[in-house]
């Protein structure tokens, strides 16, 4: 058996005897640990974050499944080309508001930079994007600086 010295339910410091009160003992002394050390770790803030985050992601998934869907099967080359520059301004705004308030708006110099490479981003994105007349089809892969001329899928000619 183990002798250890802990405070009895007087307050006096007694020796306990038994394994049984050595470890009754020590589970209220962590416990007292934990309850005292508490208010140290709790910030109001993190629940408030961890739910905004779980918002984003669930946003986010819902717009990558939903324009994979769109634009993935969606023959009608037309439609997609009305659509696709303002999905794409949406989905920027949307990702540079939620990291304007994931950064809890008290960091606006971040936004010096985040603004301009969400807007070249985007740009790059209409820019690079293109949309075939014959077959429908959603082309992304195109070197940045020279406009593809024929759907390597149909072999027709782009606008």
């Known amino acids: 058996m183990t002798t250890i010295q802990c405070k009895s339910v007087n307050g006096s410091i007694s020796k306990c005897r038994t394994r049984h009160r050595a470890r ?5 002394i962590i416990n007292n640990i934990l309850v005292s050390i508490r208010p140290l770790r709790y910030n109001r803030n993190v629940p408030e974050k961890l739910q905004l985050h779980t918002f984003f992601m669930i946003v ?5 499944l939903g324009s994979f869907l769109f634009f993935h ?15 794409i301004l949406t989905v920027g705004s949307i990702f540079g508001g939620f990291m304007y308030y994931m950064l809890d708006r008290q960091q606006p ?12 981003i985007s740009f790059l994105n209409i820019r690079m994007t293109r949309f075939c007349d014959s077959c429908g089809r959603t082309l992304y892969r195109q070197p940045i600086f020279s406009r593809i001329q024929f759907c390597p899928h149909c072999g027709a000619e782009l606008k």
């Not at 986010?60 to 990558?64: A, E, I, K, P, T």
């Not at 110099?109 to 070249?120: D, G, K, N, S, T």
């Open 24 to 28: 009754l003992h020590a589970a209220q």
């Open 60 to 64: 986010w998934v819902c717009l990558g």
């Open 73 to 87: 099967f969606n023959r009608n080359a037309v439609l997609k080309r009305q659509v696709w520059p303002a999905f």
């Open 109 to 120: 110099q971040v936004l010096y930079f985040m603004v301009p490479a969400i807007i070249l």
